[in-house]
């Protein structure tokens, strides 16, 4: 066992260890390119990440980069699949695999496991080696918890997402406009790109830039009274949790969305 946590790892002598990241696959204009890339980088412990886009297609593109890499002499460690239904992709990837003859490349799975999700696969005799375990290891599950996640929207001027079953992501810098009824009380928030200015208030603001806060964090009764200010202008019934609105998506980031998941297909 080890884990991912770098502090960890330094405070209790836990053995470190990791795969990539999806925003590390995105930063790269192909996903082939990204894996042979990290296989020079981390020559001893290559895991490829293959559902950034589509997991299939990513196994394909793993199997082709760790033949490139075996006739070098160097080995591929496993692949991990991090969404969509990991019982039957797992199945497929390893036939994938098999057929290139890298029958001792691992399957990892990883994506809000817990030991009820982990003991279904494992009955199911799936060919999974290796499970990661965090948001549910890391948190009680009985208690609320945010599960949020860091997400790249763009890179080198270039709108980037992730296509990955259930986990797609809209790219390019976003701001959400909230609106407010003739009573003051929430109505909707617009999910729409940073420059286009739609009607309502502006909610994202930048704090840090470039590692470096912009400007001295909020006290902890200012965020207290602001945030007593919000809830109070919330509608009963989402106060309650009777419903949750959908935030509506702009016309511009919709359209960004399907051109950039047009070219994503075409180009990776």
């Known amino acids: 066992t080890a884990t991912s946590n770098v502090l960890a790892g330094k405070l209790f002598g836990i053995p470190v260890t990791g795969t990539m990241a999806h925003s590390y ?11 042979r890339v990290f296989a020079e980088n981390f020559p001893e412990n290559t895991v490829f990440l293959i559902d950034t886009y589509d997991t299939i297609e990513g196994a394909r593109r793993a199997a082709r980069v760790a033949l490139e890499l075996k006739k070098k002499g160097l080995s591929v460690r496993g692949v991990r699949l991090d969404s969509g239904d990991v019982i039957e992709l797992s199945r497929k990837v390893r036939r994938i695999l098999d057929e290139a003859g890298l029958s001792e490349v691992k399957i990892f799975v990883s994506g809000g496991l817990d030991e009820k999700k982990i003991a279904e696969i494992v009955s199911s005799g799936t060919p999974v080696d290796a499970f990661g375990v965090g948001t549910k290891m890391g948190v009680s599950a ?16 270039r709108p980037r ?15 959400v406009f909230r609106r407010y009824d003739d009573s003051g009380l929430f109505y909707e928030d617009y999910l729409g ?46 106060r309650q ?24 297909r075409k180009e990776i």
């Open 161 to 175: 997402m992730k296509l990955s079953a259930g986990k797609i992501t809209y790219p390019g810098r976003k701001q």
């Open 142 to 157: 009985d208690a609320p918890y945010l599960d949020l996640a860091y997400k790249l929207v763009e890179y080198d001027g």
């Open 25 to 35: 696959i995105e930063s790269f204009d192909r996903e082939e390119e990204a894996f």
């Open 193 to 238: 790109l940073r420059e286009e200015g739609l009607p309502g208030d502006p909610l994202l603001k930048c704090f840090m830039r470039r590692g470096k806060l912009l400007e001295a964090p909020p006290t902890l009764s200012a965020l207290r009274r602001r945030a007593a200010e919000e809830i109070a202008r919330l509608p009963e019934g989402i």
């Open 241 to 264: 949790g009777k419903r949750t609105p959908a935030p509506r998506i702009s016309q511009a980031l919709g359209r960004l969305y399907r051109e950039t998941a047009e070219r994503l």
